[in-house]
């Protein structure tokens, strides 16, 4: 077991900086392997930190070629320098100047933090703490500075040359055969927003007049020849400044807005000031290589990042334990933003899906975290879907109960106060405590506590005084560090929902007039009054709180929510719930009657006839049974994956056979005519029918091949094709093996297909899975340096293929584990994220567990393990 107890960073010893640097001047000479980059910072002692403090600058990998204070250079008596930290004990009291000198080697740089390069181009990423890999700095994100840089480069190897804010002065460099180019950004800003390019880049731009009337150049910048790809990305950004200004009041500050897409990088994109830099999978779209997933999550990604400008950029945090400041509420935000595009209500159960899948995951699992954590050995760790995804919700609920108006008042607020500054959660619950003047310090503990809450609610009807009673009842289970659990204030809305479908005219004085109910002790009970008849309580309507509720209602009574709930979410959800109580009983060998299959199926195909033609899109998650993932956490414990892909695979069997004249009739009637177009609707029918379609293979594998190979061929886009690829992919024998060699070849040069490929294959719930995987590795396109291809292939066999990853012999594990191992070496970021895929291994059967845990100890015994992969393995182990 490792002792091995790296520093632990905690929220309670933040302090301010001893230092300010008030501007800093970079002048970066770009070479291949000897990038040389002097650093002048205008410095000043901090009137709020101590004094007598040295000056201690951080680095990482740093290699020092001279310092200079107020233009003298420093003799080697006069500051102590190593790779990690740049030390004067004697810094001037009073303002002064350092210039710094340090040599990179970005072509060496497989850690993708800090100056790299990506098919030759130059590019950076700073968040969290990867500015330090640049020059030596206060590399903290209160500490705010304004920035001029000078990048200077080969004139023909990088013709292109950015950096953050506006353009100011560009030019050749006399008798040489290189350029420059000078960037001035005038809004401070911490060194983890910093950015710079440098390649050789095609460019698509637009003009874009803000609220204001201010002329903005929007440019995209991506690999030369992919222009065209780009277009859906620059309509996207356009959209996102317009809804910002419309929704939030919030204008865009520079002249220019650039965004550049990059094929090696550790996560969706980076919101540096002016000047985002994405994973080129979240700009790069056509109908040929792109599904409408893809565009929708490029549409999210660019308004994400774009909103960042306001939430992050101009209000920015503290200290890193504030992280959920600006990435909780940025997700929020392009969550609203994507509500607002497309269709409200089947985006809500998008990411309800994938808040269960990751975040709830997470939360009990042994990486269990508070939204806003207290303590990190790496931080890079800490960019979790509990970080944003329930941070998001914390936002949400928020909105949900002080209302739409007040949370708009509050946000103003916020902005105003906090413009220019690094704040903390405090600042922001602090604007709508005073808008509202409301107390907020119990519907904080939502930052501080850990772990999924369960509600317990129960429903009495008594017929004679007409009243309905809730009683309810709350717990959150322990996760590490937090043993003892307080109650949250959870918001419920709710409603109740007569038999026949009728409205009830029941009434609660405990119910605001938005229908919600602020459940916040331990127990509670409710009572409605003037209910004429026996109700279906439809509770978390919109799935208002972030938790598990536990409400036994009969299968019947569920059949009733998803005919008649007015509210969407739950008539999703209410399928949901029957089709899961099935699939945990089929997985856990309870008895389950064909009539209950049978009436499931029979609900589900009345449903989607009613709903198919007006909103395919909202049909088709209603026939998407829970994934094998969703089935072993409701489990929770001695998990037993090929019991679950058993039940769901029959579940899926008697569904399609039960609905198959309906299936039938969607994948006739469902086509698309005329070109291709992402938009939400055109979606819709595409998901219905591609749904059909698994579902009718499901029931009859002989139709459903010939369904899958004719519409392979005749596809007119990467949606349509990859879904029959993927029914294909469930079906085992030749035409399978020729359809997959066919794309793969077809596809050849085009990595970011290749990557879809990759994942299918991977997912393959079959015993030669693991060969397979391994023999793709050798394939031209794979490299275990680019994240994107071990995320598809590596990552997807890990996290979406519940049997063959938790394969009994272990050996699925031990894959990873090599895996992981390798990875760490080049990049300890990705292999820590690869390496997450172990945190179910406590709820799997005891053999599988033990053969987790024997492969974790392996991995933590290790020497020289990355601090990113330490962390994760000892905290999964704990
Ligand atoms: N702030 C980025 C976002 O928009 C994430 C960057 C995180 N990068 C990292 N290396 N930890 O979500
Ligand atoms: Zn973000």
């Known amino acids: 077991m490792r002792t091995d107890t790296a520093q632990i960073v905690r929220l309670e010893d933040y302090q301010p900086s001893d230092f300010l640097i008030d501007r800093v001047e970079l002048d970066v000479r770009l070479h291949p392997t000897e990038t040389r980059v002097t650093a002048t910072l205008v410095m000043r002692p901090n009137p709020e930190g101590r004094s007598d403090a040295p000056l201690v600058l951080d680095g990482e990998e740093m290699n020092l070629k001279a310092v200079s204070l107020n233009g003298r250079t420093l003799t080697a008596e006069e500051f102590e320098a190593s790779p990690q930290s740049l030390t004067i004990a004697q810094a001037p009291r009073q303002p002064f100047t350092l210039t710094v000198e340090t040599e990179l080697n970005p072509t060496a740089n497989t850690k993708l933090m800090g100056l790299y390069r990506s098919s030759g181009n130059y590019c950076t990423q700073c968040e969290a703490e990867g500015f330090r890999r640049i020059t030596y700095f206060l590399d903290r994100p209160d500490v705010l500075s304004v920035y001029n840089t000078r990048i200077e480069a080969d004139r023909d190897d990088v013709p292109v040359l950015l950096g953050n804010g506006n353009r100011i002065e560009s030019g050749s460099i006399d008798g040489s055969d290189r350029h420059y180019a000078v960037w001035h950004d005038p809004h401070p800003k911490p060194s983890y927003l ?33 222009e065209d790809r ?11 400044m317009r809804w910002d200004e419309k929704i939030f009041g919030r204008e865009y500050d520079l002249d220019v807005f650039n965004i550049v897409a990059v094929s090696d990088f550790n996560m969706g994109a980076m919101e540096n000031k002016g000047l985002n830099i994405f994973n080129d999978k979240y700009v790069l779209a056509s109908p040929e290589t792109a599904t409408d997933t893809d565009y929708a999550h490029i549409e999210a990604i660019i308004a994400h990042e774009y909103f960042h400008n306001w939430t992050g950029n101009r209000v920015t945090c503290r200290d890193w334990f504030q992280l959920c400041l600006k990435e909780g509420l940025t997700v929020f935000r392009d969550q609203e933003f994507s509500s607002d595009e497309r269709s409200r209500p089947v985006h809500r159960i998008a990411e309800v899906k994938t808040l269960r899948a990751r975040q709830f995951l997470e939360d009990s699992s042994p990486l269990a975290h508070p939204v806003r954590p207290t303590q990190y050995r790496e931080i890079n760790n ?33 902005f105003e106060r906090c413009d220019g500054t690094a704040a903390a959660v405090e600042d922001f619950l602090r604007a709508f405590a005073d808008v509202t003047g409301r107390d907020l310090s119990h519907f904080a503990r939502w930052y501080e506590q850990s772990g999924t809450p369960r509600v317990k609610v129960k429903g009495h009807y008594d017929p004679d005084a007409r009243t309905y009673r809730l009683d309810l009842a709350q717990s959150t289970p322990p996760t590490p560090g937090q043993a003892k659990k307080e109650a949250m204030a959870i918001p419920v809305a709710l409603g109740l929902v007569a038999h026949d479908g009728s409205a009830m005219s029941a009434s609660c004085d405990r119910v605001d007039q938005r229908g919600v109910f602020l459940f916040d002790k331990p127990e509670d009970s409710i009572t409605f009054t003037g209910v004429a008849s026996l109700p279906v309580p439809s509770l978390f309507r919109g799935f208002s709180a972030p938790v598990k509720l536990s409400l036994d209602l009969p299968n019947e009574e569920l059949l009733v929510l998803l005919r008649h709930d007015t509210d969407s979410f739950n008539r999703w959800q ?6 899961m109580r099935l699939l945990v ?20 195909c009345s449903f989607t006839d009613r709903n198919a033609q007006d909103d395919p899109a909202f049909a088709a998650l209603v026939v998407t049974l829970p994934s094998e993932a969703d089935v072993a956490q409701e489990i929770g414990q001695d998990v037993d994956p090929d019991a679950i892909h058993r039940a769901r695979s029959e579940m899926r069997r008697r569904i399609g056979q039960g609905c198959a004249k309906h299936l039938q009739r969607f994948y006739e009637t469902l086509t698309v005519s005329g070109p291709y177009s992402p938009d939400a609707a055109s979606a819709g029918r595409r998901a219905l029918r591609n749904a059909s379609l698994d579902l009718l293979a499901a029931a009859d594998p002989d139709t459903g091949e010939a369904l899958a190979v004719r519409q392979l061929e005749s ?27 066919r794309f793969g070849d077809r596809y050849r040069n085009e990595p970011l297909v290749l990557d879809k490929w990759f994942t299918l294959q991977a997912a393959i719930p079959e015993d030669g899975t693991l060969e397979r995987v391994k023999a793709l590795m050798q394939h031209p396109a794979f490299s275990i340096a680019n994240p994107n291809r071990v995320r598809s292939l590596i990552g997807s066999f890990a996290m979406l293929n519940q049997v063959q990853f938790n394969r009994a012999d272990g050996a699925g594990y031990r894959f990873l584990a090599s895996i992981v191992l390798r990875a760490d070496e080049l990049n300890p970021q990705l292999a820590a994220r690869l390496l997450t895929a172990f945190s179910t291994w406590r709820m799997m059967e005891s053999t599988r567990r033990s053969h987790a845990e024997q492969v974790l100890r392996s991995i933590a015994q290790k020497p020289n393990l990355s601090r990113d992969v330490g962390d994760i393995v000892s905290r999964s182990l704990e």
Do not use: C, H, W
């Not at 780009?230 to 996102?240: K, V």
């Not at 009983?585 to 589900?604: C, H, K, N, Q, R």
């Open 194 to 226: 910093f950015a710079l390019v440098g390649g050789r880049l095609g460019r698509v731009s637009k003009t874009f007049t803000t609220m204001s009337g201010r002329e903005v150049e929007l440019a995209i910048y991506v690999e030369p020849g992919k």
């Open 230 to 240: 780009a277009d859906y990305a620059l309509d996207a950004l356009e959209r996102s």
């Open 382 to 414: 800490f960019y979790t879907a509990t970080v944003y995804e329930k941070g998001a919700e914390i936002v949400r609920m928020l909105k949900t109960i002080i209302g739409d108006d007040d949370f708009r008042r509050g946000m103003d607020l916020y």
């Open 574 to 579: 209410a399928a949901q719930s029957v089709a």
């Open 585 to 604: 009983y089929l997985s856990t060998g309870v008895e389950v009657a064909d009539e209950d299959i049978d009436a499931f199926s029979a609900a589900l």
């Open 715 to 741: 596809a007119s886009n990467m949606t349509d094709r990859l879904a029959s690829l993927s029914v294909l992919t469930t079906l085992p024998g030749a035409v399978r093996e020729e359809a997959i060699a």
